[in-house]
């Protein structure tokens, strides 16, 4: 009795696993009828990341009621794979918690998840992994592929920051001037000895001399401006200051004359000044001076601007007036001669050769200067070091030398440097954009973009850079407007991933060099374009200049539709 008992507790067991086997098999052999829209159809990377879309829609009476599946979307490419996350669906009498699938109407699950991208992914098939479960009995389900990955444009990105130069303020022609002044007595043009002979004109003589002289100077003119204080009428002040301009510069001449300076000779070499009144030179002695009621007699200039009324209304300031007429008007009777010059700095030549062979015979707006005059880094970087060990103090000398070691592809050397110009000018554009330049090089894109921030307004190296974070980061359209007129590859790409095929095409065009990537890009724009020709051509250029090109090629899904075409092969093999 006990063995029949047995017999039947295991028949009827045997039958319950049996039906639960029955039930998951039968979905696992349908599953063929479960549909999948995935969006894109081929996965992109964007942003570093692989973002997946899926519609999943299960028929009508397929779910059964007791069964609870694990869902995984896998990516599965040579040498590995990569699992999106898990989604849990179960049937209406599951007790839990996951999305419920009606039995009777079925039912269209949306799904969305991302991985970050891998290179490996490039060649890669998008596909399903389902467990399904119905109490303690799982059963795995055949993988399905419902999709293929990953599209990469955005990786052909040149991660080539630019860096910014701590520029020279080397000018080879410097204008110059000297001035001096003779005063005179009140309605008088006559001019006093002691004027004639003041240090401050027998400086202004020897300049003049000097200037005449030197194979570094031209002597460039000199203007006489001749003035009457704004006291008096206004036609006897004409008059006057005109005298005073005609004696002034018949002094000038006879000096200049008695100095052997030629130019005495040339008429047009003096350029003449009258002015009536001075009521520019009276407000400004005004503004500078500590008379006790000059905001009033200020006010009063600002109020009038007919002279006359000027002139009566300041006269009825009793209180001040005495002081100006002693403090401020006998500034305003006078003749100033200012004399106009330019210093002729060393030519290229004598500086590219002080600066290899006597560095210290420049100073430092030189030496910089001489720096651009090379091509080769190692010479630019010899004069770099050249300024920073003699003028230690000046950020530029570090900054330029970092910026030549970051083109030579010594990043640490470069950023040691960047360092130090930054701890002598703090938040520097110029040192911020490198020091960014630095962090992009390195793939920190945080704090790259951090940089970049403070960088703003140090010109267009920065928005270029900022450009390729843009990229990286999967903002194309503000990576279009940051490289705005440029045309560089990195614009052209930028224009691709944005949808801008035809604005891409012109920039590629208009850059008009041999280089590979270029040519690529054009092949992408062809498959884009569906330009077969386009394809091929370009593609054959781009791998005949650099030969990395045809396993770019093989395994970008941009050019799936040509893997078997015949042309493409042989171009990629």
Known sequence: MKKTLGFVAVVALSGLITVSCSSLNKMKKRAGEITYSVTPETLVAKGGMVDLKIDVT?????????????????????????????????????????????????????????IPYEDAMRLSDLEIDITGAKGAKTVKFDPRKIGDGVIATETLVVNAPATSVGEDKFQRIIKQQEEAAI???????????????????????????EAAAKENMNLNGIDVRSYASPDGAYDF??????????????????????????????????????????????????????????????????MHSDPEVREREIRNIASAFAVVADQILPKLRRSLFVVNTELIGKSDDELKALAKSNPADLNVEELLYSATLFDNNNDKLAIYEACMKQFPND????????????EMGNIAAAQSNFNKANSMSANNPVVQNNLGAVALKNGDLKQAEIYFGAATGAGDEV????????????????????????????????????????????????????????????????????????????????????????????????????FENNDFIAITK
Not at 246 to 254: A, N
Not at 395 to 406: E, K, L, S, T, V
């Open 237 to 302: 002040n004409e008059k006057l200051a005109n005298q005073r301009e005609k004696s002034s510069s018949t002094f000038l001449k006879k000096q200049m004359k008695k100095g052997k300076v030629d130019q005495y000779k040339d008429e047009n070499f003096f350029k003449n000044f009258v002015v009536a009144e001075d009521w520019d030179g009276f407000k400004k002695a005004m503004e500078e001076s500590n008379i006790q009621d000059k905001e009033l007699i200020l006010r009063v200039l600002s």
């Open 58 to 114: 299960f028929p009508a009476k397929y779910f059964n009621k007791k069964v609870a599946i694990e869902a995984t979307p896998v990516l599965r490419f040579k040498g590995g794979e990569k699992a999106y996350e898990m989604k849990a669906i179960q049937g209406e009498k599951v007790q839990g918690n996951a999305e419920v699938i009606p039995y009777e109407a079925g039912k269209t699950v949306s799904y969305m998840s991302r």
């Open 395 to 406: 950020w530029r000398g570090f900054n330029d030398a970092g910026m030549i070691q970051f």
């Open 183 to 209: 005063y005179y007595l009140i309605n008088s043009a006559n001019i006093r000895s002691k004027e004639m002979t003041s240090e401050e004109m027998k400086k202004l003589e020897a300049y003049i001399k």
């Open 463 to 562: 928005n270029y850079n900022k450009g390729i974070v843009a990229i990286k980061s999967g903002d194309y359209t503000a990576a279009v407007n940051y490289f705005g007129q440029c045309n560089c590859v990195n614009a052209a790409l930028a224009n691709v991933l944005a949808g801008n095929n035809n604005e891409a095409l012109k920039k590629l065009n208009a850059e008009n060099k041999e280089c590979p990537m270029s040519y690529y890009l054009k092949a992408v724009i062809g498959a884009r374009t569906n330009d077969a020709t386009a394809v091929i051509e370009n593609l054959r250029k781009a791998c005949s200049l650099d030969g990395s090109f045809k396993q770019l090629a093989a395994t970008d899904m941009e050019f799936a539709k040509f």
